[in-house]
């Protein structure tokens, strides 16, 4: 990873081709067509612990995927500081994550590997079918937009306290 | 998620361990193996197997249109299946034999990647820790963190060769029938070569450091190993398949040579050769095969790790499989390091396809091992029928075999050391769910 890598990177996991899960690819597209400056956008799609290539010199990541959430409605957005005690717990059983390593025990490799940036944001949104072939539903479809205006909110206010 | 409950059974000596999980998406993994006075009772791996919604998937599409959907297959080995589907659909179409040699080195090129990435990620993130003792990849990093570094360094050298060649690392989009869309750069190319060389002395370190240092359990088999086998080089994308046992057949003819058998307690299929039973396809068969083809770095390291873990090859025991990895990385980046440091732009990057009616059957060496497509198409081109046989298909009624093999050996154990000797094994074959590590939950019923 050069030093002059963008200090934000926004990393999006989800398969764009398994209905709900196609929520990061998509939110990442959208941020991606923000062209902001300062900001790397990568999809990871399904690629396994892709996201440790990416952490390297990084001051901030966010991690935009689809979430599993049995009490609450598809489509909630879920918004979370990785580093917040009070945050939602992770699930780290990689049984839940189609990434090889889950992204709470890729951070967490991070973190002891001393490559994770000190501001990680996580996005999500509670995904209803996440099956192959099945279009993305229409209440997980509607938030893409919110959450990539989210999260370049979120860039705009680290960037400019930089 | 696992669910315990006590067992009713009539003696004191029966013991069922059950190994339940829940995946989300890719598939699911289970273990049910019960055991009465030491002998195994029953045993049964349950495990989904997602690409067989991509056989329906693919028909009626157009022929070029399935490298990019079988990609999406798996996260893990998205090129396996894109030169699967291209080496196949390019016999259907009457091509197979035009396409150009420097077509076919940067298609081996483009497959080492896959092999680095797969491998490494394999090795140090989700089967080391096994060897080491530690509950995973994050607890083993905090002793050996610059073991991990160094191992990220030749994953992401891997990535990058993905990359280049398919022009992005995560479901790569440049391959297409007849071969890719695009050349890579030279100067990157030659500046890639300079890493992978980096890269390549490394990990001949590593390997044979893990060779030196770790104690591998015995667990010696009578495998059938099989692989393609070509005549000139280590196989990735072509040769006959062949195995220890007497199979040898055309490309063509593996798919009737083996048996797809449905199993009662699986929705996944079990392969066996048709007359004799289960076999085993991934590193170790294709090394016990091919050891005689490895490039000379590979070649050079292999007299050493057999003599640091005491064993010539063929190798008999699948948790040698970690080890058969580490030098398949060594061939893999040596091939990528020479191919991209001599690498001149090709004249054609892909030969002219006129669609046709026809039929094409083709394996290539998937990391985890041979991965087979057939493909139907009418005269314009559309897909009429697929056919998709993984690797991890091919193994399951080995990795059944093996558990049989290694139950007497945990049956005396705690439930927690005995889940993991159980999960241990079942890494030994990178099997393609991409949750592959603690993709099992453990929980016993005991009388």
């Not at chain 1, 192959?132 to 893409?144: D, E, F, Y």
């Not at chain 2, 050298?157 to 990359?163: L, S, Y």
């Not at chain 2, 699986?266 to 005689?292: C, D, I, Q, T, W």
């Not at chain 2, 927690?416 to 393609?432: F, K, Q, S, T």
Request: charged share 25%; with cysteine.
């Amino acid at each position: 990873m050069p030093n002059d890598c963008p200090p934000l990177l926004v990393a999006a996991y989800g398969n764009e081709m398994a209905g709900d899960d196609a929520f990061g690819p998509l939110v990442a597209e959208a941020v991606r067509t923000m062209a902001m400056t300062g900001i790397e956008v990568v999809n990871l799609g399904m690629q396994p612990a892709a996201l440790l290539n990416h952490l390297a010199d990084r001051r901030a990541v966010c991690v935009v995927d689809a979430a599993f959430c049995e009490d609450m409605p598809d489509g909630t957005l879920i918004e979370a500081d990785f580093f917040d005690a009070d945050r939602p717990p992770l699930v780290h059983d990689a049984t839940l994550s189609t990434h090889g390593l889950s992204v709470a025990d890729e951070l967490e490799l991070a973190q002891r590997l001393g490559i994770c940036p000190s501001h990680v944001r996580l996005v999500a949104v509670v995904a209803g079918s996440v099956e192959v072939g099945r279009p993305v539903g229409a209440s997980v479809l509607q938030r893409v937009s919110v959450a990539a205006h989210r999260i370049a909110a979120w860039a705009s206010r680290l960037l400019e306290s930089a | 998620m696992s669910a315990s409950k006590k067992d009713k059974s009539d003696n004191g000596a029966k013991r069922s361990i059950r190994v339940k999980a829940l995946a989300r998406v890719e598939g699911e993994g289970a273990l049910n193996l019960t055991m009465r006075d030491g002998q195994v009772e029953e045993l049964q791996l349950k495990i989904y197997e997602p690409p067989r919604f991509f056989e329906a998937f693919l028909r009626g599409r157009d022929y070029q249109e399935v490298p990019d959907i079988t990609a999406r297959i798996c996260g893990i080995c998205p090129v396996a299946y894109q030169m699967g589907s291209c080496h196949a659909l390019e016999k259907a179409m009457g091509v197979f034999d035009q396409v150009d040699p420097a077509i076919r080195m940067l298609r081996n090129v483009l497959y080492c990647g896959e092999w680095i990435e797969s491998h490494v990620l394999h090795m140090f993130l989700l089967h080391l820790p096994d060897f080491l003792g530690f509950e995973s990849a994050i607890s083993m990093a905090a002793d050996h963190g610059a073991l991990v570094k160094r191992s990220l360094r030749i994953k992401k050298a891997g990535n990058d060769v993905v990359a280049l060649l398919g022009g992005r690392s995560v479901h790569p989009v440049g391959i297409c029938v007849g071969g890719f869309y695009r050349a890579p750069d030279a100067a990157a190319a030659a500046a890639l070569a300079r890493e992978l060389r980096v890269c390549l002395d490394d990990m001949c370190e590593i390997t044979l450091f893990l060779a030196e240092h770790i104690t591998f359990p015995t667990l010696e088999r009578e495998y059938e190993f099989v692989s393609l086998c070509p005549d000139d080089e280590y196989p990735m994308n072509l040769g006959r398949i062949k195995s220890n046992k007497g199979l040898n057949v055309d490309q063509e003819e593996f798919g009737r040579a083996i048996e797809e058998r449905q199993v009662a307690h699986s929705s996944a299929l079990h392969a066996v050769v048709k007359g004799r039973g289960p076999y085993l396809v991934g590193p170790l068969a294709r090394l016990n095969l091919n050891a005689e083809k490895l490039l000379p770095r590979a070649a050079e390291l292999l007299p050493k790790v057999c003599k640091a873990v005491g064993k010539m090859l063929p190798w008999q025991n699948n948790y040698f499989s970690l080890l058969a990895r580490g030098l398949e990385t060594v061939h893999a980046l040596e091939l990528a390091a020479d191919s991209l440091g001599n690498y001149v732009p090709p004249v054609r990057t892909r030969v002219p396809i006129v669609p046709r009616a026809g039929i094409g059957g083709h394996g290539t060496e998937a990391p985890r091992g041979i991965c087979w497509h057939e493909y139907r198409s009418e005269a314009d081109g559309t897909i009429v029928s697929a056919r998709i046989i993984p690797p991890t298909s091919q193994n399951y009624a080995m990795i059944e075999a093996d558990l049989r093999a290694l139950a007497p050996q945990v049956v005396e154990l705690p439930d927690e050391d005995a889940a993991l000797r159980c999960e241990h094994l079942i890494r030994n074959y990178d099997p393609c769910i991409s949750c592959s590590v603690h993709f099992l939950k453990f929980s016993r019923v005991r009388a």
